[in-house]
Every structure is written in structure tokens, then in C-alpha cells.
């Protein structure tokens, strides 16, 4: 057992945001190594699991329902995130250790600055999500305050989901007078309330021309949902209603039990309802398996496994349940797979899953 105040894990601390920061390939693989001698030192079950697969090979989501793994019981959680449920019939509960949190917080920044502010300065960010405060379990709504509170002007960054749902008379206040004040807007949402809410203010005959750079930021998509809407006709969408274009409309993908988020990196469309290319970096790979022999695969449609290497506390490498189309370009993730068409991803998870 790898104790929490182990220097061994100060040091894997100190690299992997060493690798936030750089692109270097040699140490991705010493980091992704380390991380597998903790898991396997930490978690007896995760040793069972790899050596019934593979080393470093991703641990099905539905390990996370109920109680997931957690590396350190000298160290008690700082905090706690409830997955969505998507995975399994009930939520999950993942735990951050301090160095775990920090290192959440520092992927999710660096990640914003790249893809998402870039060269905008203190963007009006307005959430349609619950603030933190109201949601303390949901690590989108910790995520995106964070991204407000350090990037968005302070008056106008604010969450427009309250204990009464959603408030359209502080959001159309508050994009007014961005308006006004010519500073960029960045929406963020789920995929299905970006819809739900560009309906409603298109009913009420609503339309904004907000500031040049301005964008919309869109997370997941419509899985589990009775209506699914194509990537083109919800930029379109938004274009039509806030007067942002599609090139400055993104979606992002993330998961409770990871650290880190997939951005769009391109704007062609390559998934049946036009879904983007998300690309890896130093520290989150996404890789596609062949959902029978789970074996990668350079190009085509398979099971998406994301390896993250700022995960601290528990597994580093995730074997999502999300279907993938794998490109030169990078992966377009179209959805959950339905159970027959992962007939060969039976995956031991029983091993993981008992204990």
C-alpha cells in the first residue's frame, strides 16, 4: 500500500502537471506507468481485473455505480461527486483526495484556457446549470464555476438555474447587458438544455446578436433522451438565436469519474448527426476499441476507452460505455452503446465489480 503523504505520490503529483503543461512523450509513458503501480499497490481488485485483461486497460464505467474505488484510506475525501446514472441504474459516488481535487481543477483549467477562452478577456460566462452551491455533488456545475470565477467578468458570470428551475428573466437580463457592454458571451449547457432553451426564447419571438466572440459550449449530447437533435441544425440553432456562429460553437465531453474533458477540435462533421472530432493531449488519451476483440482500432466505429492521467485516487483509464468513431483527425463519440453491441466486452467486470 502507497500511503497519500508517500513522496512517491508527490512526485507522480509534481509530473503529471508537469505534463499540463508540456507535450512530452516519454514522460506520458513513466506517468502512466506510475499510476498503474499505484493502482495496482492501492486496489487488489484492480490487479485482478488487469491481469485478467491487460495492464492500463480501462475499467468499465458500471464498476463506478454505488461505491467506486478509492486509492487512499489514509486520506479522507476533501470532496465527492455523484455520477449521472447514465452507466448503470444508479448514481456512483466518486472521491477526491485534496491532491486529486487540485489536480481536477488544474486539468479543467488548462483545458478552458485552450480550447475556450483562448484570447478573450473576462467573457460574460452564463451557466445553464446549477450553481455549485445548489449542486455540490455535480462536477460540471464545480467545473464551469470554476471556469467563471477565474475567467468571467464577476456581474455577469452567473448560474441562471435555481431551486425553481430555469430563470429566462435573469438570463435575458443578463445577456442584454452584455449586449450593451459589447463583451463576449460564452453560454454553457447540457446538450439538451441549449435546446430546450433556444426553443423556448425562439417561441417568444427572443433573438440576441451578442458580442463578436461570443460562443456556445454544449456538454454531452442527447443520450437517454426522447428527442435527438443534429450537431448542424443545434449551431444553427444558436445562430439563429444568440447570433453565435457554428465555427464558435463547442462540445465537450466529460465524466465523473474522469478528470479531465475532450474539447472539439475540429468543425467538420463525422458522426451520423454530424458529431466533431475531439483530439487527446499530454495527459487524456482517448482511444477506440473494437467492441468484439476490444482491441484498438486506427479508424471505424467501436467503444471508447479515455485514459486520464490526472486522475489520482482511483482507476486512470475508463472503458466508457460510449460508442467512438476512431480518425486520423481524432474521435467522434455518437453515443451509449445498447447492449448487444458490445457482445465481446464481458471484461471480467465481475472481478472489479465484487469487491
Known amino acids: 500500500m502507497i500511503s497519500y503523504n508517500d513522496p512517491f505520490?508527490?512526485?507522480?503529483?509534481?509530473?503529471?502537471?508537469?505534463?499540463l503543461e508540456h507535450e512530452d512523450r516519454k514522460k506520458m509513458a513513466d506517468v502512466r506507468s506510475r499510476l498503474e503501480t499505484l493502482g495496482q499497490s492501492n486496489c487488489p481488485s484492480l490487479t485482478r481485473y488487469w491481469h485478467k485483461t491487460q495492464k492500463g486497460f480501462g475499467v468499465p464505467d458500471k464498476v463506478f455505480k454505488g461505491e467506486s474505488p478509492y486509492y487512499f484510506p489514509d486520506a479522507?475525501?476533501?470532496?465527492?461527486?455523484c455520477t449521472s446514472g447514465t452507466s448503470g441504474a444508479k448514481p456512483g459516488?466518486?472521491?477526491?483526495?485534496?491532491?486529486?481535487?487540485?489536480?481536477?481543477?488544474?486539468?479543467?483549467?488548462?483545458?478552458?484556457?485552450?480550447?475556450?477562452i483562448k484570447d478573450l478577456e473576462k467573457p460574460a460566462i452564463i451557466r445553464l446549470l446549477p450553481s455549485q452551491q445548489a449542486a455540490p455533488e455535480m462536477i460540471m456545475a464545480y467545473g464551469m464555476e470554476l471556469i467563471a470565477r477565474t475567467f468571467g467578468a464577476a456581474q455577469l458570470s452567473q448560474s441562471v438555474?435555481?431551486?425553481r428551475g430555469?430563470?429566462?428573466?435573469?438570463?435575458?437580463?443578463?445577456?442584454?447587458?452584455?449586449?450593451?457592454?459589447?463583451?463576449?458571451?460564452?453560454?454553457?449547457?447540457?446538450s439538451f438544455a441549449c435546446v430546450n432553451v433556444m426553443d423556448a426564447l425562439q417561441q417568444e419571438k427572443i433573438k440576441f446578436q451578442l458580442p463578436l466572440g461570443s460562443r456556445?459550449?454544449?456538454?454531452?449530447?442527447?443520450?437517454?433522451?426522447?428527442?435527438?437533435?443534429?450537431?448542424?441544425?443545434?449551431?444553427?440553432l444558436a445562430q439563429d438565436v444568440f447570433g453565435i456562429t457554428p465555427e464558435l460553437c463547442i462540445n465537450?465531453?466529460?465524466?465523473?469519474?474522469?478528470?479531465?474533458?475532450?474539447?472539439?477540435?475540429?468543425?467538420?462533421?463525422l458522426g451520423p448527426l454530424g458529431e466533431r472530432p475531439k483530439a487527446g493531449s499530454a495527459t487524456v488519451v482517448p482511444l477506440v476499441r473494437n467492441s468484439l476483440t476490444m482491441e484498438p482500432i486506427s479508424e471505424g466505429l467501436g467503444l471508447l476507452e479515455i485514459a486520464d492521467l490526472c486522475v489520482l485516487d482511483r482507476p486512470y483509464s475508463v472503458l466508457t460505455g460510449d460508442l467512438a468513431i476512431q480518425t486520423t483527425e481524432g474521435v467522434a463519440i455518437v453515443g451509449r452503446a445498447q447492449q448487444g453491441e458490445v457482445r465481446g466486452c464481458s471484461l471480467n467486470l465481475e472481478v472489479m465489480s465484487s469487491h
Do not use: H, W
Open 252 to 269: 465537450i465531453f466529460g465524466m465523473t469519474e474522469l478528470a479531465s474533458q475532450l474539447y472539439d477540435t475540429s468543425t467538420c462533421s
Open 93 to 116: 459516488r466518486c472521491y477526491y483526495s485534496a491532491r486529486g481535487l487540485a489536480l481536477m481543477e488544474a486539468a479543467v483549467m488548462q483545458a478552458a484556457k485552450k480550447y475556450l
Open 166 to 190: 430555469f430563470d429566462n428573466d435573469l438570463f435575458v437580463k443578463l445577456l442584454a447587458q452584455a449586449q450593451a457592454e459589447e463583451r463576449p458571451v460564452i453560454l454553457i449547457g447540457g
Open 161 to 163: 438555474v435555481t431551486e
Open 216 to 236: 456556445m459550449v454544449d456538454a454531452g449530447g442527447f443520450k437517454g433522451r426522447s428527442r435527438e437533435v443534429a450537431v448542424p441544425m443545434l449551431y444553427q
Open 9 to 19: 505520490v508527490a512526485k507522480l503529483d509534481e509530473d503529471i502537471r508537469y505534463l
Open 76 to 81: 479522507p475525501p476533501v470532496k465527492v461527486f
